[in-house]
């Protein structure tokens, strides 16, 4: 296997995600710098460059943690879990891109079913190893009551089925990044989480969470969906229940503080708590949505029979977003934390990356990309919000034309609401105005 993946390696070429360098197998392209959409598995050097959004994201979330000390107390340590690591990109970006001060309170534990793509880890991250040492020595850790698994600069790694790694030791960060639906794995992920805990899933199994596929939908999700402008919040919104009554259903509890759909999955995060009360009163976030005939909607606990046909779910239907959290995912934030200094760009350069200023450049834009909208949404997607499509509003208002959705959102803000642009790969506005006062703005711009 040694010998083969070192012919793989010297076949291969050089990749910056973030800050972190990951060596791609030979047949893989360089990938570029705003993919989009699934891509197609190549074998166990295999990069998905579709998903770093999702994986800055969780670097921020994660230092974030650290940071505010919103998930363990000060100074105590925080181990976390990719339960699906593959080739460990996530887990070496969580390494390599966290702030050196609170590295050493990070234990990270990355697990794969896959040996070869275990050792592709191994290697590149060998070859590549993290500014700042950790070493966590065994002897003191829950780590050797866990299956066999090796040491690797600061990352433990394991080989093992995931729903077993996931209850092995008491987790308060876990990740759940499967090839298409996480159901089967929802609950030992919850049952593998300390008192106190953070759980992130992806879901790639859109035609599914969207309703595009009805079958799939009730099988996997119990769910029944419509497939309009709100099927991406749909999406979401049934993901995110599912999670919420898995949960439940062991006395735990659920407190979204992001969730999106991005592109070609669905990224749910979550902090969850041992709670009976607060599990008991699950039901009390989830419902149905019933379209209305003015094309916009409202959530309801139960479809009567004149809705059913109109109504999507059943899903969650309470805030999607923690606004103090959220708001500190910024352009700046995500470029300060995740792009590298010249010195360690050099170095990357030197270790034989291809990196030009125009890399850098689309590389900057790509982490801004990966965050933007949220800070200004934050407030309106943490409490009751409205969403409308902008291509939706032209026959809701009557006008024929839509206006600009900047001179639309300071109109609002105008009469006295809060408006923002919702991160989607659509155009859609989240705004907490009545229905009339939103036309009643669109009809006004679009006369002047």
Known sequence: MADDLSSKENAGHLWMEGRTLVHLRGDQERPTHMPRGPAKRTGPGFLNPA????????????????????????????????ALCATGVRVRRWRNEIPAAHQSRLRITANDLDKS??????????????????????????????????????IFIMQNDARIALMEAAYQWVDLDPFGSPVNFLDAAVQGLSRVAFLEVTATDTAALTGSSPSSQQRRYGA????????????????????????????RCVEPVLALFDGHHVRVSVKVRRSRDGASDVLASMGWRVRDENGTYRFVRHPDSNQIERASGPMWIGPLW???????????????????????LEHHRTMGLEWSDDDSEYAKRELRRS?????????????????????DLPNMAGTGQAPKMEALFEEIQTAGYSAARMPDVDPFLVTDAPHEDVMQCIRKLCQD
């Open 371 to 391: 965050v933007r909208y949220i800070a200004d949404a934050a407030d309106l997607m943490s409490r009751d919000h409205t969403l409308y499509h902008m291509d």
């Open 117 to 154: 793509a275990l050792e592709w880890l191994k290697s590149t991250h060998t070859r590549s190893p993290p500014v700042v040492a950790v070493n966590h020595a065994l002897e003191d850790d829950r780590y050797e009551r866990l299956p066999s698994g090796t040491m690797h600069d600061g």
């Open 322 to 344: 923690d606004r103090t959290i959220a708001a500190r995912l910024t352009k700046d934030r995500a470029v300060d934390l995740c792009f590298p200094d010249e010195e360690r």
């Open 224 to 251: 029944k969906g419509i497939v309009d402008s709100y099927a991406h919040d749909d999406a979401v919104r049934v993901l995110l229940g599912l999670i919420a009554t898995t949960a439940a259903r062991h006395d």
């Open 51 to 82: 998903m770093a959004p999702a994986r800055t994201r969780s670097v921020l979330l994660l230092a974030d943690a650290l940071e505010h000390d919103w998930l363990v107390k000060p100074g105590h340590d925080l181990r976390a879990l990719d």
